[in-house]
């Protein structure tokens, strides 16, 4: 018995405060700096106009701005995920078409959502189905596009230059 007491003992004694092995202190982790804030996506030409309009004010009455070259602001509904060759501006209700120019420059696939600063001239077109099957193949979100009725005036806007405000 006292056999085993010892070796009890022994145990405890082993395994008190005093047998812990020291930890060294971990070094100290300074959490990342905050990135900084991304600029605006810029796509095209410079701008040329200074004052902007909403896109909601575009849409209340297009017909008004057709020919004209113009600044419009408002939220990316969708992009051509293809080549971004176009995109649909949106006041949540009401959408049109921009189309850049030529093609001669695109914008980012990814840019569904941003908010965009758009310079181009409005025109006014007659829909056609074949073209609003294509925009619809190209699309993220194809039920946004127009439905084509033959006949029927569409409004776009011609871009010349984009900019793109993401967050």
């Not at 996506?41 to 896109?55: C, K, M, N, R």
């Not at 001669?104 to 600063?117: I, L, N």
Request: glycine share 8%; proline share 5%; with cysteine.
């Amino acid at each position: 018995m006292v056999g085993r007491i010892l070796v009890v003992s022994a145990l405890l004694i082993g395994c008190g405060a005093n047998s812990e092995p020291e930890v060294a202190a971990a070094p100290e982790v300074k959490a990342p700096e905050a990135a900084p804030a991304a600029g605006p996506e810029h796509f095209g030409a410079p701008f040329a106009v200074t004052e902007s309009i909403q896109a909601a004010a575009l849409l209340d009455d297009p017909a008004a701005q057709v020919g004209k070259t113009i600044k419009v602001e408002g939220r990316v509904a969708d992009v051509c995920q293809k080549a971004g060759c176009w995109m649909v501006i949106s006041d949540e209700n009401r959408t049109m078409r921009v189309l850049m120019k030529d093609h001669e420059f695109s914008v980012a696939k990814d840019g569904t959502g941003a908010w965009a600063t758009i310079e181009g001239t409005v025109v006014e077109k007659a829909n056609d189905k074949a073209e609003a099957e294509h925009y619809a193949s190209e699309a993220a979100k194809p039920e946004l596009g127009p439905e084509a009725t033959a006949g029927e005036k569409k409004f776009e806007l011609v871009a010349t230059a984009v900019e793109l405000k993401r967050g």
